[in-house]
């Protein structure tokens, strides 16, 4: 994959060249690249999900609710988001916190992913379909490998938290480096939800991932969801966004590919300090690698968060326009 056309940015000279103090109409975010919608066999589980004794925190409300593909489509057209990365959360029926395990699970996470493909083929340039796996399940590969020939099939999803991956041991990282592996194979762009369980998750915890994983992306994009962290700006998501810092100021030509999402990194409840400290390591790091993603429904409507929160963050007014326009490519 040709490194240049990993982002698509499109200039906006009316705003760069605009009179200071001229009021400038909001440029709508372009692309939200982190949203989720579930499929029919996983709302299915989400029940017993929740109240599993192997969850390790309740489930929030939004996370259960019922939502449609057309619910999500008109919350798009009402903030005036063009495109949308549909996450499917396939990888629910193989965590461990399902316990005890689904006799199903193997099958429940095709017909998710399935679900998840069908409905971006109904939405064509609209919804973007991420299929997901649990990266330790015996079927991964498998399952990764049988969407490698479907057109609308343009990504994969991992979240290390729900699927009880711990970076530090080796295996498990040589077995996320084969699931890198296959997702570069099958021409998929990788969000990952990198945070694990490990109370002092960080910057540790980065290193190993770009040293030992990332480079078996190839030249896939990988989007790191949440900034590294889970949502937030606690102290394990500083840490983990200070180890990619230190990296990338050791190698400023690495990984041109390597991205991070604004998905329920901040809100409107943020502190003046922690916006002006995000944008600092945001500029260090390079405001090009960051994406807007709202974390559907999480975030609630979508105007409020892609549009009215990210307007809090102390950037210069060719960054911000920059950031509402960045798309991170796919195939």
Known sequence: MNVKRIVAVTAVLSALTATP???????????DHHVHVHSPAILDILSAYCSSPGRIGACDPAFVEPLTADDLLADMDEAG???????????????????????????????????TVATAAAHPGRLVAFVSVNPLAPDALAEIAAWKDEPYAKGLKLHLTNSGVDLRDPEQVRRLAAVFDAASDAGMTIMIH????????????????????????????????????WGGLDAN???????????????PGMAPG??????????ADTSPENRA???????????????????????????????????????????????????????
């Open 21 to 31: 103090g001229t009021a400038q109409p909001r440029t709508p975010v372009h692309t």
């Open 81 to 115: 988001v063009q495109t949308a990365w549909m996450m499917s959360t396939a990888y629910l029926a193989e965590s461990p916190m399902m316990a005890p395990p689904l006799a199903d699970a193997a099958m429940r996470v095709h017909d998710a992913n399935a679900f």
């Open 194 to 229: 990198m945070r694990t369980r490990a109370e002092d998750y960080g910057a540790r915890d980065v290193r190993i991932f770009v040293e030992q994983v990332l480079p078996h992306a190839g030249g896939a994009p990988v989007v790191i969801a949440h900034s590294g962290g």
């Open 237 to 251: 998501t500083w840490d983990a966004l200070e180890g990619f810092r230190q990296i990338l100021a050791e190698q």
């Open 258 to 267: 390597l991205f991070f999402d604004l998905a329920q990194v901040f809100d």
């Open 277 to 331: 400290r995000l944008v600092d390591v945001m500029r260090d790091i390079g405001v090009e690698r960051f994406a807007p993603g709202s974390d559907w429904p999480f975030s609630g409507p979508l105007d409020g968060y892609l549009n009215a929160a990210m307007d809090l963050l102390p950037l210069s007014p060719q960054e911000a326009e920059a950031l509402r326009r960045l798309r991170v490519a796919v195939r």
